[in-house]
């Protein structure tokens, strides 16, 4: 099928399955433009919590559908291809995660979003890259803390609230690619570019950023900024809306060492149009958990969405 009969097709699905198709702001253009709400993982979190569609179509990751589940124990919730996972996510074995707690009986943990239903249900709190630093400052200073799976945004919000919590040792395969060397070439070349980045970046690269924030934040600062040229340290996709959004800006993406195409994540671009026509139409594949585990993983999140 061409393109705009993916897009109809897909279109006359969402309407006979009365669904919603939550997308990303990394998920591939078409997909975005077709979607009811694009955000990130907290905007995604709280549009599922809401929704009164029948039917939740996630174009994301593995863990965001299984957010959307916890939200909605009762609705078939519908990932276009299941194997979008997340390095984050990945890097955090539930067996592990649980002997880290084990071993740390006297801290609360905290968790970013990108882990598995299995990590959140041993979490107290979970946390997104937009309500990390307001959570943590909430939390007693005398009570320490377990933040886990990014150490990078994990040192970013210590820096921010002065806390000294104790950090799982993940990382975003996309995040830690960015090249210090390349960036200090493309701020050379552009000297009139603001560099804008992720917390999930490396510290080298936060050092150099002139805002530093989730998606949506990088999103609403380019639209509300003077600047009219900016170099974007996170995945790539966010550009799509920040090119909808505004008139006459630039944006240069922030380059990896390597030169492949690093700064696009490999798990949110698995999700294509056919793959997304084919799961509406299959009502395939879906988001499957136990009750014991959709109720456990649920409290965390509550906590997140309350804290908010």
Not at 75 to 87: E, F, I, R
Not at 140 to 145: L, T, V
Request: hydrophobic share 35%.
């Amino acid at each position: 099928m061409t393109l705009q009969e993916y897009e109809n097709e897909i279109l006359k699905l969402k309407k006979e399955r009365n669904a919603i198709i939550l997308a990303h702001y990394y998920q591939e253009s078409p997909i975005q433009d077709l979607a009811d709400f694009v955000g990130d993982s907290l905007e995604l979190s709280r549009k599922a919590a809401s929704t009164t569609a029948d039917v939740i179509v996630f174009c994301g990751v593995h863990f965001m559908a299984e957010t959307a589940k916890i939200l909605n124990p009762h609705k078939p919730v519908l990932l276009p291809d299941l194997l979008a996972g997340c390095s984050l996510s990945d890097g955090t074995p539930p067996a592990q995660f649980k002997k880290f707690r084990e071993e740390h009986p006297d801290h609360l943990a905290i968790t970013y979003i990108n882990c598995s239903a299995e990590v959140k249900a041993l979490s107290d709190i979970i946390c997104t890259s937009s309500n990390a630093e307001k959570i943590v400052s909430q939390i007693p200073k005398d009570q320490k803390i377990l933040f886990s799976p990014d150490k990078n945004l994990g040192a970013f919000i210590n820096k921010k609230t002065g806390r000294n919590m104790t950090l799982w040792n993940g990382s975003c395969i996309v995040h830690e690619t960015f090249s210090e060397r390349k960036l200090i070439g493309l701020q050379l070349e552009h000297p009139d570019a603001e560099l804008i980045a992720h917390p999930e970046c490396e510290d080298h690269i936060l050092a150099r950023a002139e805002f530093i924030g989730s998606t949506s934040m990088l999103l609403k600062y380019v639209q509300t900024s003077p600047k009219q040229k900016f170099i974007v340290g996170t995945e790539y996709g966010i550009v799509h809306q920040m090119e909808k959004s505004t008139t006459g800006k630039t944006f240069l993406p922030l380059p990896p060492e390597a030169n492949c195409a690093c700064n696009e994540c490999p798990h949110m671009k698995r999700n294509t149009l056919e793959k997304l026509y084919l799961c509406m139409k299959n009502m395939h594949p879906q988001i499957e958990m136990s009750a014991e585990l959709l109720e456990r993983a649920r409290k965390p999140i509550d906590r997140m969405l309350a804290m908010s």
